[in-house]
């Protein structure tokens, strides 16, 4: 979604932010803006489209000298994305440039205000009602001026505020919406995202809601909206840049896929406990007395990530025999949820930032939940406000379909399972058992990821269908929803999971020869069930794929494609089975020309409702 970058130093300012852009152009985005502190006043330049027409808009003026701005990418939400609705957005006398990202939720009322002032509104956004209100607020001190216009506003932000009255000040805030201050020496940054500042600096300092800085080339000054001060810790991250660069892949998704055995390694690092047949994981915050007598966890999240919970569901309740509630966020936090101090709530984000997710979140602790992150990008909103948790330790996901963190996700949901079930009723063999094959699962990948020729292969013949099923049962279902999932989001072909014998009561009825039909069918307890389902597929002259069992050699006869998975243990089949789903997505997305890394309308981070 909409992304944010300041700088403020003694070099040239533009080729940061530009650079600083194109690290958040992985988040989504319609149309980019910035501006420029120059000796004559802002200058202000937009474009609708990539930031590459932002560059040919400045024309002459790229060789400005000023060091001191702020950029912006903008995925619309109040207005649609054009020029005039691009920011940043100014005050009348264009004095105060602003860039926003989030949503204004009573700019009705205070536009109807401003205009009884005199102001004159150009745009249909919500944000230049917020640049307009900091002129109004102003009287000499520009931090106090934002500080004026925040207390009457309702709803979420992260801004970044210049004015031409104030050389070598950048006034950033935040309230709901993420918002980084990066240290330099003699500069300093401001960014939604760390990504945007990661070339320059790794030592960071997050913005709390509800916080102000004052960021100059040499300090940075943090107050409470209520003007209390904070000593900001500076943290240092460890993310590097090589991590955010393709390293001659074609696409993000294309290296996050390939990166899978590396990210489960990290993933499982440290955590797995041989001779005890049990997972470590410390950062949950609960004593081994409190994990035996846990009796209701729910698991919220949105996107993928949410199938991940439908995953973690099937592992805690058969593994631990603990009940879990899986629900979409969005979908939590509106329906009065029963919840209360007995209740565990998961929350599972791969961004940390996503609205919905961190609104149930609130809602359960509210209500004296306990509640886990189950987080990747460190320090985010999500992983802040946890009573504790566990990251996945992925490293930046920059296409927009998740691949790595899906799989991350997972592997930390089995040693939760394998943790709660050792807890209770799971035997150490059991546990072994599993942990024994956790450890495979890199390897494992490593094979299929071997055999992406033959994938590419059937990509090629089915890449111009127009419609695609998938079919999983058990702890496979969710990994048929999530391999719909990534072939819409990537390729825009229709596609829909669904629990394999759920197919005679509905979906049966779209079958025909034009319909390639994706099935899990590995050997597992449900396999004779997947095959008769398959049958009824053939029998309807639809095109089976098959996700098979290394060995089974009587499936090639019955389906028309088959992909091999290596055998492993029964609960740690979506690891692998997903991966196939994965590359396939991507190649028919390439085949059909798609932008894979940013696909239409979709965003990284949603961090709106
Ligand atoms: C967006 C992304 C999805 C992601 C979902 C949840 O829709 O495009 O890929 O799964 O948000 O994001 P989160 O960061 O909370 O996992």
């Given amino acids: 979604m909409c992304g944010i970058v300041g700088y403020v130093g003694s070099r040239k300012a533009l080729p940061i932010l530009i650079n600083?852009?194109?690290?958040?152009?992985?988040?989504?985005?319609d149309s980019a803006g910035l501006a420029l502190l120059q000796d004559d006043g802002l200058l202000i330049s937009k474009s609708v489209g990539k930031i590459k027409h932002l560059e040919d808009a400045l024309g002459d003026r790229s060789n400005s000298q000023a060091s001191h701005g702020i950029a912006h990418t903008r995925w619309a939400t109040h207005g649609e994305p054009n020029y005039v609705n691009a920011h940043p957005h100014t005050d009348n006398n264009c004095e105060i440039a602003l860039v926003h990202n989030g949503i204004i939720e009573n700019y009705r009322t205070l536009r109807e205000y401003l205009v009884?002032?005199?102001?004159?509104?150009?745009?249909?956004?919500?944000?230049?009602?917020?640049?307009?209100?900091?002129?109004?607020?102003?009287?000499?001190?520009?931090?106090?001026?934002?500080?004026?216009?925040?207390?009457?506003?309702?709803?979420?932000?992260?801004?970044?505020?210049?004015?031409?009255?104030?050389?070598?000040?950048?006034?950033?805030?935040?309230?709901?919406?993420?918002?980084?201050i990066g240290q330099g020496v003699d500069e300093n940054f401001v960014?939604?995202?760390?990504?945007?500042?990661?070339?320059?600096?790794?030592?960071?300092?997050?913005?709390?809601?509800?916080?102000?800085?004052?960021?100059?080339?040499?300090?940075?000054?943090?107050?409470?909206?209520?003007?209390?001060?904070?000593?900001?810790?500076?943290?240092?991250?460890?993310?590097?840049?090589?991590?955010?660069?393709?390293?001659?892949?074609?696409?993000?998704?294309?290296?996050?896929?390939?990166?899978?055995?590396?990210?489960?390694?990290?993933?499982?690092?440290?955590?797995?406990?041989?001779?005890?047949?049990?997972?470590?994981?410390?950062?949950?915050?609960?004593?081994?007395?409190?994990l035996r007598t846990i009796s209701r966890i729910i698991i919220t999240a949105c996107g993928t990530s949410w199938h991940s919970a439908l995953i973690g569901k099937y592992l805690i309740e058969e593994i631990a025999r603990v009940p879990v509630e899986v629900e979409y966020a969005s979908e939590f936090r509106y329906r009065s949820p029963i919840v209360d101090s007995q209740t565990v709530l998961f929350a599972i984000s791969q961004s940390g930032e996503t609205a919905d997710t961190l609104a149930a979140m609130r809602e359960a602790k509210k209500h004296g939940a306990t509640v886990l992150g189950i987080v990747n990008a460190v320090g985010s909103t999500i992983a802040r406000e946890s009573h504790g948790g566990v990251y996945i330790h992925a490293g930046?996901?920059?296409?927009?379909?998740?691949?790595?963190?899906?799989?991350?996700?997972?592997?930390?949901?089995?040693?939760?399972?394998?943790?709660?079930?050792?807890?209770?009723?799971?035997?150490?063999?059991?546990?072994?058992?599993?942990?024994?094959?956790?450890?495979?699962?890199?390897?494992?990948?490593?094979?299929?990821?071997?055999?992406?020729?033959?994938?590419?292969?059937?990509?090629?013949?089915?890449?111009?269908?127009?419609?695609?099923?998938?079919?999983?049962?058990?702890i496979n279902f969710p990994v048929a929803l999530e391999g719909a999932l990534k072939l819409k989001e990537i390729s825009y072909i229709h596609a829909e999971g669904y629990p394999a014998a759920e197919m005679k009561h509905g979906p049966i009825a779209l079958i025909d020869e034009n319909m390639p039909v994706v099935v899990i069918a590995l050997k597992d307890p449900v396999y004779d069930k997947v095959m008769s389902n398959i049958a009824e597929v053939r029998a309807r002259n639809?095109?089976?794929?098959?996700?098979?069992?290394?060995?089974?050699?009587?499936?090639?006869?019955?389906?028309?494609?088959?992909?091999?998975?290596?055998?492993?243990?029964?609960?740690?089949?979506?690891?692998?089975?997903?991966?196939?789903?994965?590359?396939?997505?991507?190649?028919?997305?390439?085949?059909?020309?798609?932008?894979?890394?940013?696909?239409?309308?979709l965003a990284k981070s949603v961090t709106v409702e």
Avoid at 153 to 175: F, Q
Avoid at 227 to 239: C, F
Avoid at 242 to 265: A, C, N, S, V, Y
Avoid at 448 to 456: G, H, R
């Fill in 20 to 29: 600083g852009l194109k690290r958040l152009e992985y988040r989504g985005y």
């Fill in 542 to 601: 639809g095109r089976v794929i098959a996700i098979a069992t290394e060995g089974d050699t009587e499936i090639a006869d019955r389906v028309n494609e088959v992909i091999y998975i290596p055998h492993t243990h029964r609960l740690l089949t979506p690891c692998l089975a997903v991966i196939p789903l994965q590359l396939l997505s991507y190649h028919i997305a390439v085949m059909r020309d798609c932008s894979v890394d940013q696909p239409r309308n």
């Fill in 116 to 180: 009884r002032q005199g102001y004159i509104i150009k745009t249909d956004t919500d944000t230049e009602i917020l640049a307009h209100l900091i002129h109004f607020s102003y009287q000499g001190d520009l931090v106090e001026a934002v500080r004026g216009a925040l207390t009457q506003v309702e709803g979420a932000y992260g801004i970044a505020v210049v004015s031409s009255l104030h050389p070598d000040l950048i006034v950033a805030a935040r309230k709901g919406s993420p918002l980084v």
């Fill in 191 to 290: 960014a939604s995202d760390v990504s945007a500042m990661l070339e320059h600096t790794n030592r960071v300092v997050y913005l709390d809601d509800d916080e102000i800085a004052a960021v100059t080339p040499n300090t940075f000054e943090i107050t409470h909206i209520d003007r209390t001060r904070r000593d900001p810790q500076v943290e240092e991250i460890s993310w590097t840049l090589d991590m955010i660069e393709k390293e001659g892949f074609d696409h993000f998704m294309l290296k996050e896929i390939h990166e899978q055995p590396t990210t489960i390694r990290n993933a499982i690092r440290g955590r797995l406990n041989f001779e005890e047949g049990i997972a470590r994981l410390n950062g949950l915050n609960l004593q081994y007395d409190e």
């Fill in 396 to 474: 930046p996901e920059i296409g927009v379909a998740s691949t790595k963190a899906f799989t991350s996700q997972v592997m930390v949901l089995t040693l939760i399972a394998n943790l709660l079930g050792r807890m209770r009723n799971w035997s150490v063999a059991q546990g072994r058992e599993m942990i024994e094959a956790v450890e495979a699962i890199p390897a494992q990948i490593e094979s299929i990821l071997a055999n992406e020729d033959a994938i590419k292969a059937i990509a090629d013949a089915y890449h111009q269908a127009t419609n695609f099923l998938y079919l999983g049962r058990g």
